[in-house]
Structures are given as structure tokens and as C-alpha cells.
């Protein structure tokens, strides 16, 4: 199922607060905004066909069924493997035929790739948990 | 002796025999300072100190705590209270990042600790120049790869540097020292700094290197690395091609290597500057990051801007009717 929405009347407040956020965004591999487009949200439910486990990226390719039943294939951003590594997830974690559902933002050409903007199982749990530390040693040492 | 200088004695002494201690269970390879090992440069300390710090160089402890407790929150990127396209570039969850949860172990308010107000000194005109130009190419669609970063290429991160800065993951170096070489192994796309301790002089002048071509010897116990022979392709926060950069580690304590670096650039600052950072020994391992493996954005950044420039292209046939 797609769901596409789209959302172009944004109030001013939320434009400044945005710009007071964006000041923290931590700089990334790339620019995600010349990747994806913000006008282009998209919410798929789909089944996990393979991860590539990629550097600099990994990607997951997930199987989402259109309005007409068609299964199409998507294509979503992750985390660098490394750091996914390093946070406990592996191969197994994300296994061939897992029901996902993802929240993010279609590529700007529109071919079927999206950032994994949020990534739940469909009981509402959440595929990465935020964390407060991640458990490096040197997160530890204090 | 009055009572204050008598309290002022016995603090001097006991730092004197902690420092001592500390001393004897330094290791040495080869007769100088062992640096070996894997070390992580991981903090939100920024390198320049925030315009709410301002002339605070240090933090207490609870003020640290409060600092780090506000970053990680302001940087979560779980929260979903921007614009569209905020939230398209605060997309993964937070904790796919591994920059770093705490301020550095010296509880510094910026990486910059001179000029003292922790910031970049004003660049030159020239300099301002060279920058402005840089950030039109980045704003605009690009027509290759070469007008986006280098990160965003497989080149260079700032974690490599030099100067070596924490970023957004990967913040891990493994340093090697044999009989004529220190060597850096930087995790972020697998860059090696090989560097001579044998007093050779640097390359000729008309060799230029990415990351500059290092010379190292010891002063003491400190290794320091002198860098020259840069490119303007890989200018450090508005850096060119004559930037001299020294850097300096000195490990404090088993755990910890203080890294030291000074830029001096005449042709853009318009003085010289000097940040610190605290390594901290980690358990490793260090993994390989071969950045062009599958750096499948590169190829959808170029598309979607040919899928941009056809948008306009079509907006402005309109535009003739």
C-alpha cells in the first residue's frame, strides 16, 4: 500500500523553529535534501526481500504491494554498516520476508529509493531504539 | 612560609607524585612514548564554542552533563516537529549516528582553545572569496560530481582531516609506530597517514597532497607531525593550498592521548589557530569503510538534479505560452 500525502502550507513558526533545529543536524555522508525530495513523503508497507549490507550506506529492498496489487520494489537508505554493527544489529536483524513499515521521503527523480525516515514493525515498535550512549567504551568513561 | 603558600606546597607535591606515578606506567616502544593502539575522537564538544557559552572555556560537571543532555536532545533525530525539509534531513533514527554522547574529558566549552574566545579567526578576503564560491557550486543542482563535498565523493572527511575532528561516525584511528615511521590508520573510508620521523626534508613545493605531506619527530614525550604541501581541494574551514598545520600527541595518561593542532594559513586567517581534543583508547576493532563499494547517493544526488533541471526547464516552456 502507498500512501503518498503531501503537505505544502507550513506555518512560519514551525519554518523558524525548524531553522533553530537545523543549526544542530549533524553533518552527514551527504546532504540528504539533494537526495530526496521534501514534497515527495511517502508511506509504504512492505516485506523485506534482502539487505544490502553497502558501504557507505546499507539499503533495504523492500516488496510493496500497489493499490492494483502489483509488488514493487523499493529501495530505502540506511545507516552506515559500521555503526549498525557496532549497535548489535546484524544480518539476522532484519531478516528476508520481515513486515516493515517505512516513513520517509521519495528520491528527487522519483524512482522508487526513499530515506528510511522512520522504520516500525508494524506493532509500533520502533527497528532502531534511540539511545543514549552506544555503549562504546569511550561513551562509558566519563 | 604563610598558610597559603604551605596549601600551595603540598598541592604542588602531591600533583608532582601523581604525575610521577602516572609516568611509570607509561609504555614505550622503540625508547619513545607508545601511542599504539585504537583511539576514538568521538564528542559533541564543537569546534567552535556556541554564542550562549561565550566566555566560558570550561564546564563544571553538572553544567557538562546539562550541555551534553540538551545537545542529544536538540540533535534527535526521532522528533518530527520541522518542515518537511528539516525532517527529510534529520531522517534515520538517532541512533544510527555514533558521533559521540559526551563533551571531551577536559570538559572544554569548544575544540578551539586559542584564539580564547574558542572561534575560527576572520578569514581574509581572499579566503572569503574562495568560500563564497565554493558554497554557490554546493546550492546549486549539480552538474557533476565535482560540485558536491568531498565526503559526499569517497575523498576525504573531516575525521581525516588533518586536522583529525570528530564526525558523524567512524571516529576511530589506529596509530602504529615502527623504527622510522608513525602510522595513522583513520577508519572513515580507510585513509592511512604514513608519517617519516627521519628528518627528511618536505616534498618539493609544486607536489601537492590531498591530506599534505607529513614530517614527524619527538619533542620529549610529545610526537609532534608538521604538515605542508596541501591542496586548495581540500580547504579546512576556508584553509588553501598554503595551509601549515602542527599537531601534537602527548599521552597524558594510559587511557587518553592529547591531540593537539595549530593552523597557521597567512593567505586565509588572519592569525593562527589552535584546537584540542582528547583521544581515548577504545577496544576496537576497526572496520573498513570502502566509501565507493556501493555509494549509490552520488548516483541519485546527479539524478534528481537532471530530474530538477528538466522541472525547470518544462516551468519555463510554460512560462513562454
Same mark, same amino acid.
Given at each position: 500500500?502507498?500512501?503518498?500525502?503531501?503537505?505544502?502550507?507550513?506555518?512560519?513558526?514551525?519554518?523558524?523553529?525548524?531553522?533553530?533545529?537545523?543549526?544542530?543536524?549533524?553533518?552527514?555522508?551527504?546532504?540528504?535534501?539533494?537526495?530526496?525530495?521534501?514534497?515527495?513523503?511517502?508511506?509504504?508497507?512492505?516485506?523485506?526481500?534482502?539487505?544490502?549490507?553497502?558501504?557507505?550506506?546499507?539499503?533495504?529492498?523492500?516488496?510493496?504491494?500497489?493499490?492494483?496489487?502489483?509488488?514493487?520494489?523499493?529501495?530505502?537508505?540506511?545507516?552506515?554498516?559500521?555503526?549498525?554493527?557496532?549497535?548489535?544489529?546484524?544480518?539476522?536483524?532484519?531478516?528476508?520476508?520481515?513486515?516493515?513499515?517505512?516513513?520517509?521521503?521519495?528520491?528527487?527523480?522519483?524512482?522508487?529509493?526513499?530515506?528510511?525516515?522512520?522504520?516500525?514493525?508494524?506493532?509500533?515498535?520502533?527497528?532502531?531504539?534511540?539511545?543514549?550512549?552506544?555503549?562504546?567504551?569511550?561513551?562509558?568513561?566519563? | 612560609?604563610?598558610?597559603?603558600?604551605?596549601?600551595?606546597?603540598?598541592?604542588?607535591?602531591?600533583?608532582?607524585?601523581?604525575?610521577?606515578?602516572?609516568?611509570?606506567?607509561?609504555?614505550?616502544?622503540?625508547?619513545?612514548?607508545?601511542?599504539?593502539?585504537?583511539?576514538?575522537?568521538?564528542?559533541?564538544?564543537?569546534?567552535?564554542?556556541?554564542?550562549?557559552?561565550?566566555?566560558?572555556?570550561?564546564?563544571?560537571?553538572?553544567?557538562?552533563?546539562?550541555?551534553?543532555?540538551?545537545?542529544?536532545?536538540?540533535?534527535?533525530?526521532?522528533?518530527?516537529?520541522?518542515?518537511?525539509?528539516?525532517?527529510?534531513?534529520?531522517?534515520?533514527?538517532?541512533?544510527?549516528?555514533?558521533?559521540?554522547?559526551?563533551?571531551?574529558?577536559?570538559?572544554?566549552?569548544?575544540?578551539?582553545?586559542?584564539?580564547?574566545?574558542?572561534? @575560527?579567526? %576572520?578569514? =581574509?578576503?581572499?579566503?572569503?572569496?574562495? $568560500?563564497?564560491?565554493?558554497? #554557490?557550486?554546493?546550492?546549486?543542482?549539480? !552538474?557533476?560530481?565535482?560540485?558536491?563535498?568531498?565526503?559526499?565523493?569517497?575523498?576525504?572527511?573531516?575525521?581525516?582531516?588533518?586536522?583529525?575532528?570528530?564526525?558523524?561516525?567512524?571516529?576511530?584511528?589506529?596509530?602504529?609506530?615502527?623504527?622510522?615511521?608513525?602510522?595513522?590508520?583513520?577508519?572513515?573510508?580507510?585513509?592511512?597517514?604514513?608519517?617519516?620521523?627521519?628528518?627528511?626534508?618536505?616534498?618539493?613545493?609544486?607536489?601537492?597532497?590531498?591530506?599534505?605531506?607529513?614530517?614527524?619527530?619527538?619533542?620529549?614525550?610529545?610526537?609532534?607531525?608538521?604538515?605542508?604541501?596541501?591542496?586548495?581541494?581540500?580547504?579546512?574551514?576556508?584553509?588553501?593550498?598554503?595551509?601549515?598545520?602542527?599537531?601534537?600527541?602527548?599521552? @597524558?595518561? %594510559?587511557? =587518553?592521548?592529547?591531540?593537539?593542532?595549530? $593552523?597557521?594559513?597567512?593567505? #586565509?586567517?588572519?592569525?593562527?589557530?589552535? !584546537?584540542?581534543?582528547?583521544?581515548?583508547?577504545?577496544?576496537?576493532?576497526?572496520?573498513?569503510?570502502?566509501?565507493?563499494?556501493?555509494?549509490?547517493?552520488?548516483?541519485?544526488?546527479?539524478?534528481?538534479?537532471?530530474?530538477?533541471?528538466?522541472?525547470?526547464?518544462?516551468?519555463?516552456?510554460?512560462?513562454?505560452?
Amino acid at each position: 500500500m502507498i500512501e503518498m500525502r503531501i503537505k505544502l502550507a507550513v506555518a512560519i513558526v514551525i519554518a523558524v523553529a525548524s531553522a533553530l533545529l537545523n543549526a544542530t543536524v549533524a553533518f552527514a555522508h551527504h546532504a540528504f535534501a539533494a537526495e530526496f525530495d521534501a514534497k515527495k513523503p511517502v508511506k509504504l508497507r512492505g516485506t523485506v526481500a534482502k539487505m544490502e549490507w553497502i558501504n557507505p550506506h546499507a539499503w533495504i529492498h523492500v516488496d510493496v504491494k500497489d493499490p492494483d496489487g502489483k509488488v514493487v520494489n523499493w529501495m530505502i537508505e540506511a545507516g552506515t554498516p559500521n555503526t549498525l554493527f557496532r549497535r548489535g544489529f546484524t544480518k539476522n536483524s532484519l531478516a528476508p520476508g520481515t513486515e516493515i513499515l517505512v516513513d520517509g521521503y521519495q528520491s528527487k527523480d522519483g524512482s522508487n529509493r526513499a530515506n528510511g525516515r522512520d522504520v516500525t514493525f508494524p506493532d509500533g515498535r520502533k527497528l532502531f531504539l534511540g539511545s543514549s550512549g552506544t555503549g562504546a567504551p569511550y561513551d562509558e568513561k566519563k | 612560609m604563610n598558610r597559603g603558600l604551605a596549601a600551595a606546597s603540598v598541592v604542588a607535591v602531591a600533583v608532582a607524585s601523581a604525575a610521577a606515578g602516572t609516568e611509570a606506567r607509561m609504555p614505550v616502544v622503540q625508547g619513545q612514548r607508545d601511542l599504539q593502539g585504537i583511539w576514538s575522537n568521538a564528542t559533541i564538544t564543537p569546534l567552535e564554542r556556541p554564542k550562549d557559552l561565550a566566555g566560558k572555556e570550561f564546564f563544571t560537571e553538572a553544567e557538562a552533563i546539562a550541555y551534553e543532555k540538551r545537545v542529544l536532545e536538540e540533535s534527535n533525530k526521532d522528533r518530527r516537529d520541522g518542515t518537511p525539509e528539516a525532517d527529510v534531513g534529520r531522517a534515520y533514527n538517532d541512533s544510527w549516528w555514533d558521533r559521540g554522547t559526551k563533551v571531551v574529558s577536559t570538559r572544554r566549552t569548544s575544540i578551539i582553545v586559542d584564539p580564547p574566545d574558542g572561534k @575560527i579567526p %576572520p578569514l =581574509t578576503p581572499q579566503a572569503q572569496k574562495a $568560500v563564497s564560491a565554493r558554497v #554557490a557550486v554546493s546550492q546549486r543542482p549539480a !552538474g557533476g560530481p565535482e560540485d558536491r563535498g568531498l565526503p559526499e565523493r569517497c575523498i576525504l572527511w573531516p575525521t581525516a582531516g588533518p586536522p583529525m575532528l570528530s564526525s558523524a561516525y567512524n571516529n576511530n584511528y589506529q596509530i602504529l609506530q615502527t623504527p622510522g615511521y608513525v602510522v595513522i590508520f583513520i577508519e572513515m573510508i580507510h585513509d592511512v597517514r604514513i608519517i617519516p620521523l627521519d628528518g627528511r626534508p618536505h616534498l618539493p613545493g609544486n607536489i601537492r597532497q590531498w591530506m599534505g605531506d607529513p614530517r614527524g619527530h619527538w619533542e620529549g614525550n610529545t610526537l609532534v607531525v608538521d604538515s605542508t604541501n596541501f591542496t586548495a581541494k581540500n580547504p579546512f574551514r576556508g584553509s588553501d593550498r598554503n595551509l601549515h598545520l602542527i599537531e601534537r600527541f602527548t599521552r @597524558i595518561d %594510559p587511557d =587518553t592521548i592529547l591531540y593537539r593542532f595549530t $593552523v597557521d594559513d597567512p593567505t #586565509a586567517f588572519t592569525r593562527t589557530w589552535t !584546537g584540542e581534543v582528547p583521544l581515548t583508547k577504545t577496544p576496537g576493532p576497526i572496520y573498513e569503510y570502502a566509501c565507493h563499494e556501493g555509494n549509490y547517493s552520488m548516483t541519485n544526488i546527479l539524478s534528481g538534479a537532471r530530474a530538477e533541471d528538466k522541472a525547470a526547464e518544462e516551468a519555463a516552456k510554460k512560462g513562454l505560452r
